[in-house]
């Protein structure tokens, strides 16, 4: 199998040598291959479906915990850094984000490495982005669990993964806010259409934990919504909904 031949090869490029192959080779096994081989084994193999819903909610503890290292110092009040809110939420929404994920294991030809049925094979489905997806998000998962829940080893990989320096040695602003990004596709000369315009909506809690909901109108339509702890974020999350449904990103 080439999964078996490539153990070395793979922990290589992920920057993590498992303890338990057996982890790393269900963060590559798809269901597909396991409806047509426990027809046949008397311990049914189980896919990464599992791993993947591990790893996706540890994947944004890892990419704060690589801000929190790199984008902030303690002093004498707590800690203090030269990014806000807005700058740390963009950055992990950024790296977080499906594209970005599929992108990256296409980078490191992970998903040559997946064990599927023959059906997927011949679909070529490993090169579709919802499974490459998946398939960063289980190894995060595998290697969580394979290092007995060492957070210092998950963030190093996902570090290496995610190549995180393009983002985390910029000082300020390390990229283009979404609210920014969606005035400067409604303004270009192919479009002409008016800046958006952001309302708010709803606001909850109390004055020190308060909520707010802003929604996104374009052209006259509202095309996206998004909550935040403030009305700032708020306008943020809407502005990445509505890029997202713009296909934008």
Not at 18 to 24: A, I, S, T
Request: hydrophobic content about 35%.
């Amino acid at each position: 199998m080439k999964f078996l031949k490539n153990v070395s090869e793979i922990e290589s490029r992920i920057g993590y040598v498992f303890r338990d192959k057996g982890l790393l080779k269900q963060a590559f096994t798809r269901a597909s291959f396991c409806n047509e081989a426990n027809r046949y084994e008397k311990q049914p193999y189980q896919s990464n479906e599992v791993l993947e819903f591990f790893g996706d909610s540890i994947l944004s503890a890892t990419i704060v915990t690589s801000l929190i290292k790199t984008k902030t110092e303690r002093y004498t009040h707590g800690i203090r850094s030269s990014l806000d809110e807005g700058d740390f939420s963009n950055i992990r929404s950024k790296l977080a984000d499906k594209k970005n994920l599929s992108e990256n294991v296409r980078r490191l030809g992970l998903q040559e490495y997946l064990i599927m049925g023959e059906g997927d094979a011949k679909m070529g489905i490993e090169n579709e982005r919802s499974v490459m997806e998946d398939l960063f998000e289980s190894i995060i998962g595998a290697i969580y669990i394979d290092s007995n829940f060492d957070m210092s080893a998950v963030t190093a990989s996902v570090e290496r993964m995610l190549d995180l320096s393009v983002y985390l040695t910029r000082a300020k602003a390390p990229m283009q806010s979404y609210k920014n990004l969606l005035q400067e596709w409604c303004v270009d000369k192919s479009r002409r259409m008016p800046p958006p315009v952001y309302e708010k909506r709803a606001e909850k809690g109390p004055d020190h934990d308060k909520t707010y909901t802003c929604v996104c109108i374009v052209d006259g339509k509202k095309i996206g919504e998004g909550s935040g702890r403030s009305i700032k974020l708020a306008e943020s999350a809407a502005a990445e909904m509505a890029l997202k449904k713009l296909g934008v990103i």
